[in-house]
């Protein structure tokens, strides 16, 4: 089933829930510019609002262009005026598109499902790589040295997200939103198991332990 992911900065109208139609999946993300990005699991739409609450609309659209994770993502501003001067900052600063707000659930739908999907067959499968350890997006299989690395679901996206973070400190609650677990709510513990787990799993390897606890904040991939 194909993924799309839509990150937007603030509640569209007709809420979050997830879309499925067909073969397409619909997860959507709420970002705050401050906060670090979800774990993005497929193709990365984001619909950012001119005016935010910390930041111009422009530099989100820069930020993210910068982040390696949302460097392709399609972006558009969306305006509060629909003004040609307006339209044309938005284009230069790095967006693929706009749009007049205030926008709904519907409407974002829309633009995504019209876009023409691209055959994926004839794709190369992408991959993450940190060091000796690597993720296969499209067989959703970890190794390390080219040795599979037995994992389940949680955990293999638990560790995708730390390869695409390395040396940044994650709370339990953060690596729970990450990975879209809030909802409905998880005890902070769980986190623990899926950490022990996925050493466990990377010890057996020989990739040793690069999951380090950090006393009274998280866990850093250190790699």
Not at 17 to 46: K, M, N, T, Y
Not at 67 to 87: F, G, K, Q, S, Y
Not at 96 to 101: E, H, K, N, Q, V
Not at 144 to 149: E, K, T
Request: charged share 25%; net charge negative.
């Amino acid at each position: 089933m194909r993924r799309i992911e839509i990150l937007v900065t603030s509640e569209p109208f007709g809420g979050t829930a997830p879309f499925v139609h067909d073969d397409v999946a619909v997860h959507f993300h709420r970002w705050s510019q401050l906060g670090e990005l979800p774990l993005i699991e497929g193709e990365l739409w984001a619909f950012v609002d001119w005016v935010l609450p910390t930041m111009s609309g422009l530099e989100a659209c820069r930020r993210l262009r910068c982040d390696p994770v949302a460097a392709e993502a399609h972006i558009t501003l969306v305006l509060e005026e629909d003004d040609v001067d307006l339209r044309r900052r938005a284009l230069r600063h790095g967006a693929d598109d706009y749009m007049l707000g205030p926008v709904d659930r519907t409407a974002l739908l829309d633009r995504v499902l019209a876009v023409q999907i691209a055959d994926d067959l004839s794709r190369e499968p992408r991959t993450i790589h940190h060091g000796s350890i690597a993720i296969n997006l499209a067989a959703h299989q970890a190794s390390y040295d080219g040795a599979p690395v037995p994992l389940m679901p949680n955990e293999l996206r638990l560790l995708r997200y730390f390869l695409e973070h390395p040396g940044r400190v994650f709370t339990r609650e953060q690596l729970i939103h990450a990975l879209g677990k809030q909802e409905p709510p998880l005890d902070e513990r769980t986190v623990d198991v899926w950490i022990g787990r996925l050493r466990r799993a990377l010890r057996q390897v020989g990739a040793g332990n690069p999951l380090r606890t950090i006393r009274s904040l998280g866990y850093v991939f250190d790699g």
